[in-house]
């Protein structure tokens, strides 16, 4: 049992390139997420996605897209990357604990744009 | 007013000793509480969950919630040099909108 992978796990860009990031969880979770982590911000939510065919806008999904692929795979989209997004991304999957989802986090992806 | 707050620290603490760490939130609908333990570097992991007001225990870690208060808090005894890194409090008011705060840092000092 992987749990939740990301690939990669860091990259380069400059301001302006495309990319994608990708996740997949192999716990058969039905929700997914993807946060990014700033020093002294927390994680901010960014996009979440309730189950297949379903995504939401978190608190901070100016810049991004997503798609769920499929009930395994969230991939999250920067379509013109900007220094702002310089930042450490975290995919994760929940499960119910009584009535709340309870979340378990992938090994990140560190990005810089220049 | 962020939704929810802790202390960014450092705390230090010798080895040995109890390490207490806090947590307010603003949103008083809030039902469920959680506490992750983040090492440089590396990804959040869970280390407890509470709903109910009082104490939970999990070896070393005791979750405590005081919902009339809007704080939460997580006990480590015995602290050990490995129990160092940043400890996320992070608070559920719905199925899926779970808040997190900016963490602590926590240093066990030999």
């Known amino acids: 049992n992987a749990g939740v992978t990301q690939t990669p796990k860091f990259q380069v860009l400059k301001t302006g390139q495309s990319m994608t990031l990708q996740c997949a969880q192999d716990?058969?979770?039905?929700?997914m997420y993807w946060y990014r982590q700033d020093p002294g911000m927390g994680l901010r939510l960014i996009y979440y996605s309730a189950s297949e065919g379903t995504t939401d806008k978190g608190e901070v999904p100016n810049g991004y897209n997503v798609s769920r692929l499929n009930k395994r795979e969230f991939s999250l989209r920067l379509e013109s990357a900007a220094p702002s997004q310089t930042s450490v991304y975290f995919c994760a999957s929940s499960a119910p604990t009584g009535w709340q989802e309870t979340q378990y986090f992938g090994p990140g992806t560190r990005l810089l744009v220049l | 007013q962020k939704e929810v707050e802790q202390n960014s620290g450092p705390l230090s603490v010798p080895e040995g000793a109890i390490a207490s760490l806090n947590c307010t939130y603003s949103d008083r609908g809030s039902q469920s509480f959680f506490w992750y333990r983040q090492y440089s570097g590396k990804s959040p992991e869970l280390i407890m969950f509470?709903?109910?007001?009082g104490d939970k225990e999990d070896g070393r870690f005791t979750a405590q919630l005081n919902k009339a208060s809007q704080y939460v808090s997580l006990l480590i005894r015995d602290s050990q040099p490995s129990d160092s890194a940043t400890y996320l409090c992070?608070?559920?008011?719905?199925?899926?909108?779970?808040?997190f705060g900016s963490g602590t840092r926590l240093s066990i000092r030999p």
């Open positions: 509470i709903y109910s007001n």
């Open positions: 992070a608070v559920g008011s719905s199925a899926s909108k779970i808040i």
């Open positions: 716990m058969n979770h039905n929700s």
